[in-house]
């Protein structure tokens, strides 16, 4: 496919336990990043990775989340012992390059749900 | 730092109508702008966005906006919605040397048939 990609496209879990979100990016992009969007608010950027590194992780809400990229494509966005608060929608976007200047394409998203 | 209000949460035009949401941005220096478009369980699309040069911007499904500097606004417009304009859309601020735009809280379009 051309475009963004995220899986799983819904995830319900147990408070406490840890889940995985996958995001594959356009291909060819080197810039990537996620964000969380919970009802009623705007997008909450949470890291950026350029490559393989990320510069700026200051977004993560916890020491609970952590993402890695691999093979400057794929990336992981994991959140250990999952809390009620942490339920909302988990967008990855790429970019060609970074830079706010660059177009940013959204995939469609995770929604994640913590009972 | 830069900051962005959507000061409406909700909008709702007549299939036919003309609509304007409103866009303030706070930034020091000139900032990049854009706005973004999310349907129902999809990502967000981008409409349009602002960079230098002609203030009014044209972009995709029939959307324009303009940059008003002196009112640090950047209101997107579009003289007549149609249903499948029914959406969230997303307001966002960027500058030369960061990485992360800022986005706003977004509105919500409602078209009434």
């Known amino acids: 496919g051309a475009g963004v990609s995220q899986s799983p496209s819904n995830k319900v879990t147990e408070k406490g336990k840890d889940v995985e979100l996958r995001c594959d990016p356009i291909?060819?992009?080197?810039?990537l990043y996620w964000y969380r969007q919970s009802l009623g608010q705007g997008l909450e950027f949470l890291i950026y990775?350029?490559?393989?590194?990320?510069?700026?992780k200051s977004g993560l809400p916890s020491d609970r989340f952590s993402a890695e990229r691999t093979g400057g494509s794929v990336s992981t966005l994991t959140i250990q012992r999952t809390q009620q608060e942490d339920s909302a929608v988990y967008l990855c976007?790429?970019?060609?390059?970074?830079?706010?200047?660059?177009?940013?394409?959204f995939g469609p998203g995770t929604r994640l749900l913590v009972l | 730092a830069q900051s962005v209000t959507q000061p409406d949460i909700h909008i709702t035009v007549s299939e036919g109508a003309s609509l304007e949401l409103r866009c303030n941005y706070s930034?020091?220096?000139?900032?990049?702008l854009f706005w973004y478009v999310q349907s129902p369980g999809q990502g967000l699309q981008l409409l349009l966005k602002y960079f230098s040069g002609d203030t009014l911007v044209q972009g995709i499904k029939g959307f324009e906006a303009e940059f008003k500097r002196s009112q640090s606004s950047f209101n997107l417009r579009k003289p007549s919605v149609h249903w499948s304009d029914a959406a969230e859309y997303f307001c966002?601020?960027?500058?030369?040397?960061?990485?992360?735009?800022?986005f706003g809280r977004g509105t919500s379009l409602i078209v009434h048939p």
């Open positions: 976007a790429s970019s060609l390059a970074q830079g706010t200047q660059e177009t940013q394409y």
């Open positions: 990775f350029q490559g393989n590194s990320a510069p700026d």
């Open positions: 966002a601020v960027g500058s030369r040397g960061s990485y992360i735009p800022t």
């Open positions: 291909s060819g992009h080197t810039a």
């Open positions: 930034y020091g220096a000139t900032p990049y």
